[in-house]
């Protein structure tokens, strides 16, 4: 007892001394931050690659628009499906382990996307990938909440989300490079050396996991005691009665499915950029596909800076829903504005380019909400939940966009239809209390 008597008294004077404290947190971001960006980007990646595949790949495969959206959108069913036990496991046998298997596997299912030859196949990968990958992202925000208290999440969550534009800003030139240049080396198409090319930096950070990383405060060799007991200390500032902690509270509770709405609306736009950006500009006229790669990467260089510099604001000023729904106000009218630019590429482009960081920029304050309110069990099944659940926009979007094209040759009625739904989504955060929202 005296042990823990000792760690409050050091660590108090550490909160006493602010340039200790910061040098601390930096110390533990650069220990943590890039591993989560590295894993959320190949997450991206691997996830959107089939946007640039497509391209070559419909034709090997037999695959229409519509048969294309419901294969890219069943990697969100066997997300959605597995996302709440993954998180649970991720908490019960530790963040190391976990997030290694989580990569390992979704590395392995991804290369395996290179053996496709009929579409079946192509449906039945793509349901397994959503399997491997369930539980990276709520995984990695309950991990988050393990170091990190409330006011200093806004940067952090922007720091490893950002892996989200980054994985286009680099992939799709690299994915465009590999369409363009390997088609037909060694006899193989250049959609199926993107798919094994692309799967192999999940593996390696599956092993950086495994190695590299620790599982909780208290298993960090690189702190000593003093700064273990700050870190803790600076984490039990944020209980409070508002938070729920039992695993079944967190079924039950409406803000968790709120949360969870609000941003599968968000990911109604994210997610038509994401899969079907490369589709819209070759529809306009353009064939290279490293033109194409080149033109993709603009709306998510755009986010990157939109979500660091949103992220950092919200944690400045403590203050999170005008950061998160001004934002996506902002992306849905561009979205919609963009049906309006029928007629030229560089106007589409810039709309969908401010759009996409809009949006995107919304991200790191939003997910800071649900810590205000989910601890322990409920925290691990809360984010998850909110996660599976934001996900089935993922398969509506890719579904409808693609039936909507089918049907009538422009994806103009879905992204006017997504914009209206993202910015009625938004407007209800307003329904939750601001002393929930804004405790940062």
Known sequence: MALDLSFDSTAAGMAADGAQA?????????????????GFLAAYVD??????????????????????????????VGYVLCE????ILLQRVGARFWLARIMLTWG???GAMCLVHTPMAFYAL????????????????LYLSQWFPPERRGRLTALFMIGIPLSSVLGAPLSGFILAHFSGVGGIAGWRWLFAVESLPPVLLGLWALFGLPDRI???????????GFLRGQLRHGHDDHAISRLWQAFADPRVWHVGLIDGAILLGLYTVAFWFPTFLKGRGVADPMTIGLITMVPHLCAVFSMVLNGWHSDRTGERRLHVVLPVLLGAFLLGCSVLADGSLAVSVCLIAL?????????????????????????????AIACSFANLAGFFATGIIGWTIQRT???????????CVMAAAALSLFLIPREIVDRA
């Open 108 to 110: 392995v299912v991804s």
């Open 47 to 76: 996830r959107v690659n089939v946007g640039f595949a497509k391209l070559r790949m419909a034709a090997d495969l037999g695959l229409g628009e519509a048969a294309y959206g419901l294969g890219a959108g069943l990697f969100f």
């Open 409 to 419: 040759h422009s994806p103009d009625l879905a992204l006017v239809l997504f914009a």
């Open 218 to 228: 208290e298993t960090a060799d690189w702190l000593d005691a003093r700064e273990k």
């Open 355 to 383: 759009a996409n960081a809009a949006i995107l920029g919304a991200l790191p304050p939003f997910w800071c909400i649900p810590a205000n309110f989910l601890r322990g069990p409920a925290a691990a099944a809360g984010l």
């Open 84 to 87: 709440v036990p993954s998180n």
């Open 22 to 38: 910061d040098a601390l947190y930096r110390r533990l971001t650069w220990r943590i931050a890039p591993f989560l960006c590295l």
């Open 126 to 141: 793509r349901l397994l990938l959503g399997v491997a990958e369930a539980g990276f992202m709520p995984g990695a925000l």
